[in-house]
C-alpha cells in the first residue's frame, strides 16, 4: 500500500516508500519529500547503520534542498521555507508536520555516525553538519575545496608593477573604441596584481569589451607572450565571448595575448564523457596563463571545483557574468556567492561591478533595473504602461498563441520570412531571420512550457503553408537547437540553425566564422526545433524581440533571477505574458539557495 506524494520534483506516479517511518512518511505524504529524497535518505543512513528518525529526516530534507538547486540544507530556516512552498499550494488547508525540536535535532545529528563535523576527516560519513548547515559529504567537500583554492591563490602575487606605469598601460588599452568609466579602468589594472578577478554587471555595462581591455593590460606590462583561455559553461555563450573579445582586441593597439578558440569549461577540463571524470588536475594543470570564465552565473559548485584544481598557481582567474541572473540548473549560486563574499572580504577575491548602461534600452533598461532592485510596483507601472518596448498582455490561466496578438503576429511574420529565405536558398538571411524573436517559458513541459507553445507554433506554420503538408520533421524553415555538443560537426549544445534548400538538397545552416555552415540533416541526432526555448536555455544570446510566458504563481521557478534574466536577453523589446500577480510574485521572490560559500571564513 503507498500513499501519493506529488511534490516539486515528483512524477504523478511516485508513492511514499512502504519501508518509511515517521517522520519521513508525514514529510513525504504532503509532498514535501520526494520519492527520491526519501529513498537516498534511507540508503544512506542504512549503510552506516544509523536508526534515528530525526538523522533520517535532515538526510532525505537535504537531499530536497538539492533537487531545488541548494547546496545544503539550512536547519534554521527549513521549517519556515517548507512552510511557506506549503501554503504556496493550491490546498483547502496547510498540514501540520511534525517538526523535531531544534534542539532535540541537532543532537541528534552531532551523535550520529552518519554525520561529521568540519574538522572530521575527509570521507568519513555521508553527512557533514557545519554550523546549521547540513551537507552530503561530495557537496561540503566541493564548497571547501573552493574556498581552500581561492584562500591559496590569494596568497600568490604576480610581480608588482609601479602605479603610474599600470595606469598608463590600461589607459592606452581604451585610447581607441570605448572611453573608460572609473570602473572598467579599474578592472584593466587589478588583473595585473590579482590571481582571481571577479568581473561583474548587468546586460549592456561593457563587460566583454572590458575583458579584451584587461588582457591587453596584463600583456602590455608582461616580459613575455601570454597565453589565455576563453570559456563558458554552454557553447553558444563561449561561441559569442571569443567573437566580442576578438573584435574588441582588434580595436586595441598591441601587443596582445595568445588567445586561443573558446570552449566549453567541460571541454576546457578535458572531459572524458559522463561519470568518468576529467583530465585535467593538479597533476596536469590547465596550461594557459589567463583563464577567461564568463557566463559564470550558469555555473554548478561541483563543476568549479574542477576548474579550481585544475589551474596552475600562478595563472590568473576572471571569472564574468551577471550575479542577478539565473543560477545553474545544478547545485550551488557560484557567482553570486562568491561576489558576496568578496563584497564582505575583498582579500581572497577582487571584485569589480560595473553599473554604467553603455547601450540603454529605455523601458527595458528602466524595467530590468526595477526588476534588479526588486521594486515591484515601479516595475509593473513601466511593465503596464504599454511602452513600445515593453508589453504587458495580461491573461487569466495558462494563455493560448491565438489569445497573444503581440507573439502570434511575430510568429507569423517569422515563419514567413524563414520560409522565404529557405525556399530561396539564402541561410545568412534565414540566421538573421531566426535571432529576430525567441519565446522564452520557465517550464519544459505543461501548458506553461516550451512543448506547449512550440506545438501551437508548429500548427501556426501548417495553418499559414509555412510547413508544407505531407513533410517530414526536415523542411526549408525548420529552425533547430542544439541540445548536446557534436565536436566532430564542429556544433556546440546551444547551437541555433535553420533548414535551407540548396542545390544538392536540404541542409541545415548553422553560424560559421565568416558565413554559415552548412551540414546535411541526416547526421544531426540531438536536435529540437526552436520554435520557444526555456530561459535557461537562452542564457548567453540576445534576440531582437524577446516573448516572456509567466508561469502561475504556485510555480517554483517563479522568481526574480528567472524574470530579470528573461527580459536581458533582449535587444529592442520584450513582451510579458502572464497575470500580473505571477509577475509581482516574481520580482518580489529572489531565488534563495542555501550555501556556505558565500560566508566570509
Known sequence: MTTPANGVGNRPDDAVPVSSRPPLRDFAATGVLSFAAVHVAQTVCRLVLEPDPLVHLAAALTVRALESGSVCLDLDTVRDEVGAWLADREAESTPELPWPDGDAWRTALLASRAVAEPGAPLNGAPLRLDGSLLYLERYWCDETAVREHLR?????????VDAATLRAAATATFSTGVSPDDRQLEAAMRVVSEPTTILAGGPGTGKTATVARMLATVQAVSTRPLTVALAAPSGKAAARLEQSVRDELTRIPGPHPLVDPATTVHRLLG?????????????????????????????????????MASLRDDARLVLVGDPMQLTSVEAGSVLADLAAAARSDSTQTSLVELTNNWRSLGAVADLAGAIRRGDAGTALRIATAQHPEVVFVETDGAPRLDEVAPVRDLAAAMLHDLAAAALGGDAQAALAVLERQRLLCAHRHGPYGVGWWSRQIDQLARDLGTRPAGHDEWYPG????????????????????????????????FHGETEPRLVPPWVLDDVESVHAMTVHKAQGSQFGTVAVVLPPVQSPLLTRELVYTAITRTIDRVIIIGSTESLLTAISSPSARASGLARSR
Open 152 to 160: 591559496r591563490r590569494a596568497h600568490h602575487r604576480h610581480d608588482q
Open 271 to 307: 572531459a572524458r564523457g559522463e561519470l568518468r571524470g576529467f583530465s585535467r588536475g593538479t597533476t596536469d594543470p590547465i596550461p594557459h596563463d589567463v583563464v577567461v570564465i564568463d557566463e559564470m552565473s550558469m555555473m554548478a559548485l561541483p563543476l568549479m571545483a574542477r576548474l
Open 478 to 509: 525548420r529552425g533547430v537547437l542544439v541540445t548536446a555538443n557534436a565536436e566532430e560537426l564542429g556544433l556546440r549544445n546551444g547551437d541555433t540553425g535553420v533548414t535551407v534548400s540548396t542545390p544538392r538538397g536540404l541542409r541545415v545552416a
